[in-house]
Structures are given as C-alpha cells and as structure tokens.
C-alpha cells in the first residue's frame, strides 16, 4: 500500500512539472505563432542564453524570449568555450535523424575499411554532386565511405523522376553513376523507393542545397574543404579530433 502511495505521489509530482513547463513555454509558443502561424513546432527547451528558448523549427534553431517578446535568429557562441552551440545542436539533430534512415535507403561507395564516413544529398541534376561524385574512387581510396541519400531539388524539374529511376535499376550505384555522366536515368519506377521520404527527411533537418556534407556526427562540412579526396580527409580528421573521437588506420590505401 505504500508503494503504492509513494508511486501516485510521484505521477503527481511529474504531470505538475510537465504542466508547468507547458505554461512556461506557452508565451514562447505563441510568439512563435503569431509570426508563423502555419509552422510546426518540432522542439521547445531552454537555450544556454539566460532568459531565452530554444526553438527548433524544420530544422533550424531560432532562440525566443521567455516573455515571447524578442526572437534571435542566428548562431550562438560560447566564447570562452570557443563553441557554437547553434551548429552543435543541429548537428545532433541530424545525426540523430541520419541514425534512423537504414542503410537500405542510402546509395553506399565505401572502401572495405572506412576511417570516416560522410552523408552526402544529392541531386542527380547537380552540377556540384556530378564533380563530387567524378571523384568518388579517389575518396574511397582516401579511406572515405560516402552514402548518398536523394534529396532531387523542386528547381530542377523531373529530378524526382531521375531519382526514381536510379533507385528502381537493377544496379543503383551504376545507375547513378551514368546519371552523375549525364545519361538519362530512364523512368523506371518500383514500389519501395525512398525518394519521397529521403526528401521530406532533408527538408525536416534543414538541408535546402546539393551536395550537402555530412560528417558521422552531423557537421555540415564546408563544401569548399570537400573539393578534393585529400581536403576532405583533412576536414574529417579535424572535425574528429575536435569531437574527440579516435579515428581507425586504414587498412590499405
């Protein structure tokens, strides 16, 4: 009987807090509304900046008074940390998301042991993703595995069709590899392709461009670093050891 006092007593104690947390977020809410009344509202919590939330949006993160008075739309810094604290927590929403798209939705290129791995959106009619991908032997000799996930841009009419067809040939990565040269994919369709979903994932974590570079930790590699096998490698290395992690040898290169 008592633990079952003791077990109430907490429920209570739990939906008081949560009921508070709600009313504390209610004016940032609906500050959030009255400037966006058709946007969903993915997160709420409380920012490191004193006095402010943190708003996820459709991926992005924007900070709002507790008032609801003021919204900050940028990225916040620790300076004695020497962080940005608004590109570190979009980056764990993503890998967070990558996580849980299956390798099965993904065209993987990947040596046989990987020191790093990056996931790349791509758009078949990109003229960036079609440069990136002349090199992709290179990068996979680098020791890098890249998954590519179809993100086909409206600005490009038909590219959702082009991703289709790729994913529905009998063998994907060749398909994409002509169509990264410039042969048309075909209009092949089937039944389980991801292309819509790979979209709607892109668009949910705030991908808006091709190619978009990935890290395994969800940094958005500044695509000037990614031209060549060797900058990337370099880029990876570095973001790795600012995360600190230890990245594996390679095997044989």
Known sequence: MFNKVLAAIGLMAIVTLAH?????????RD???????????????????????????????????????YLLQGNLYNV??????????????????????PAEKKLVFAPDHPKHTVTVFTDVDCPYCRQFHKQIAEFNKQGIAVNYVLFPLDIHPGADKKAVAV????????????????????????????VAETKALAQAIGI??????????????DM???????ALEAELDRISTAAGTATAPVASR
Not at 39 to 67: C, H, M, N, R, W
Not at 80 to 101: F, H, I, N, S, Y
């Open 224 to 230: 000037a670093k990614a031209t060549t096998p060797a």
């Open 167 to 194: 994913w529905c040939a009998t063998d994907r990565n060749a398909a994409y590899t002509a169509a990264m040269n410039g042969h048309d994919p075909g209009t092949g369709t089937c039944s389980n392709n991801p």
């Open 31 to 69: 500050a959030m509304r009255s400037l966006l009344p058709m946007t969903k509202i993915d997160e709420v919590v409380k920012s490191d900046l004193p006095g402010f939330y943190e708003v996820v949006v459709s991926g992005q993160v924007v900070y709002v008074s507790a008032d609801g008075k």
């Open 20 to 28: 508070a947390a709600d009313n504390a977020e209610k004016p940032v």
């Open 80 to 101: 004695p940390l020497k962080k940005d604290l608004t590109a570190a927590r979009v980056a764990t929403m993503r890998e967070q998301a990558l996580q849980k798209l």
């Open 208 to 221: 808006n461009a091709t190619p978009t570079v990935l890290a395994e930790d969800g940094t958005q590699v």
